[in-house]
């Protein structure tokens, strides 16, 4: 399944690109399409910070990414790192003592934010109290008045130069010129270069399993292992979690070893937001293709073969072979280089290496889950012995991947 990102860069008064606009777009035409904006902002997240990965989107830079009020409104925020997103508000946002008190939590938490398509309504008698509170006002070149953008430019020089004015639909170099000469530091628009559109594949989700696991965890002593069960059979929800984890604020420097581990480091309270928030944007997902089924179906079977044969061999870290299994054929789900995919995942380095292709003691049940897949019985024979694994195992070992798969595959 495609996904798409809109981006547009932001320039400096030397023409430097200091940060990038990110904009909904759910095809390769640029313009925007008429859609729910909370669902516009949700994708707009999970695309670029998740599915394709923040580094690969801005190149590291910070995010403008507009904020409908439900939204700021909520507690979702701080999954993300503050020094990666800026927070912007849309013009039809009202002006409340109650979104001050929202957005002086949100800079607490070391956000910035911006007033996007911003104009001054005489009736809001709170503007001193949001200036405090905001870094970047855009104001649009095309849209407003000079007599409109002067009132908001004086107050901002009298009152408020922490403020960064930036210039939006800035088309010519003689507009550029005027909006330097008036003291905006920030330039956007079609005459430094028109929004990219960004692309690339994403793996589609059993949104059935995310129902059922929101379910399971309204339960204020929700059973982990069996969160980790029904976690085990999506696996882009497994990868996903692996990319919250990574790009999360809270991240520590631990590896992860298992998805049990990956529930307890992003913890039970940001999952569950988080789960709602990914079946949300689920919720109208293309149907999958008889391709992306055979993968998926051949990525589980690893992983079930890779842990139990793991567990024959009483490793305690199985959850690491269930892991290498699992990932096994990432490259080819996502369509994309397998290192460029690993390095956005904070998974341990023996797995890490494992999937990569390097010979690692693991390297074995990788390829004896491969043959099993296949039944090729003359790499399954020598892989099993390697394993100590008994030939009167081999089936039986077969079997329960194979059923175990199905039911999962059975749940969509």
Not at 192 to 202: C, E, G, S, Y
């Amino acid at each position: 399944m495609e996904v798409f990102i809109g981006r547009q860069p932001i320039f400096n008064s030397e023409e430097e690109i200091v940060a990038y606009e990110l904009l909904y777009r759910n095809n390769d035409v640029n313009k925007f399409s008429q859609i729910d904006s909370d669902k516009a902002t949700i994708d707009v997240l999970i695309n670029s910070f998740i599915t394709i990965g923040f580094k690969e989107v801005s190149n590291g830079l910070p995010s403008f990414i507009n904020f409908t009020e439900n939204l700021i409104m909520q507690e979702e925020l701080h999954f993300f790192n503050p020094t990666k997103v800026v927070i912007e508000l849309l013009e039809n946002i009202p002006i409340t003592p109650a979104l001050i008190d929202r957005l002086k939590t949100i800079k607490r938490n070391g956000f910035k934010l911006a007033l996007d398509d911003f104009t001054m309504d005489e009736s809001v008698l709170i503007y001193d109290n949001l200036f405090e509170l905001v870094d970047y006002i855009k104001l649009d070149f095309i849209q407003t008045s000079e007599q409109e953008r002067a009132i908001i430019e004086n107050k901002v020089k009298a009152n408020f130069p922490h403020i960064q004015l930036l210039a939006e639909k800035v088309e010519t170099r003689e507009v550029y010129e005027q909006a330097k000469y008036l003291g905006y530091s920030l330039f956007q628009g079609y005459f430094f270069q028109r929004p990219q559109i960004l692309k690339a594949t994403d793996i589609p989700a059993n949104l059935f399993q995310y129902f059922q696991i929101i379910s399971l965890m309204r339960d204020e002593n929700t059973n982990i292992d069996m969160l980790v069960e029904y976690i085990e059979r999506e696996i882009s929800l497994t990868y996903r979690l692996l990319k919250l984890i990574n790009n999360s604020s809270k991240r520590s420097k631990s590896k992860v070893r298992s998805i049990k581990q990956a529930i307890i480091l992003l913890g039970l309270t940001e999952l569950r937001k988080w789960i709602y928030l990914l079946a949300m944007h689920e919720s109208d997902i293309q149907k999958k293709g008889e391709v992306f089924n055979e993968l998926i179906y051949a990525s589980l079977f690893r992983a079930k073969v890779c842990e139990k044969c793991a567990r024959l061999n009483y490793q305690n870290n199985y959850s690491e072979y269930f892991l290498i299994g699992l990932f096994s054929l990432i490259d080819a789900l996502l369509n994309r280089p397998i290192n460029s995919i690993l390095v956005q995942l904070p998974l341990a380095e023996n797995i890490i290496e494992t999937i990569s292709g390097a010979e690692t003691e693991m390297t074995p049940y990788l390829q004896f889950s491969i043959a099993l897949s296949k039944l090729n019985w003359a790499e399954i024979v020598p892989l099993a012995r390697q394993l100590n694994i008994s030939k009167d195992k081999i089936i039986p070992i077969y079997e329960e991947a194979r059923v175990w798969v199905n039911e999962a595959i059975d749940m969509n």
